[in-house]
């Protein structure tokens, strides 16, 4: 059974990019070089509302690459993948090619 998390309020779950452990000759690359902390957008809540019941939108969409704090979020398991959860105060920015 395929389960889908769909984040409330102003929370987005992000699967963490996992950079290479060795480059393209062969050579490998030791763990503290290989830490990146960006992820992809996987899913995202409506936003969060004003004192007046508006919606604030979120600024992130899914499949957007983002800048993660090195420490924070909710680990979460679905179908033994690993996502974190993140509210989007917590994101530092996108990262564009």
């Known amino acids: 059974m395929a389960k889908r998390l ?10 963490k ?20 902390n960006s992820g992809k957008v996987v899913a995202v809540g409506l936003g969060a509302r004003d004192r007046d019941g508006k919606l604030i939108p979120l600024h992130v969409k899914e ?5 993660l704090p090195e420490y924070g979020g909710t680990e979460v398991k679905l179908n033994d993948k690993e996502y974190h959860l993140f509210r989007e105060d917590d994101i530092l920015g996108t990262l564009h090619d």
């Open 17 to 36: 990019i996992v950079p290479p452990s060795k480059t393209n000759s062969g050579i490998i690359l030791p763990e503290k070089t290989t830490k990146l």
């Open 63 to 67: 499949g957007d690459t983002v800048l």
């Open 6 to 15: 769909i984040p409330l309020f102003n929370r987005i779950l992000v699967e």
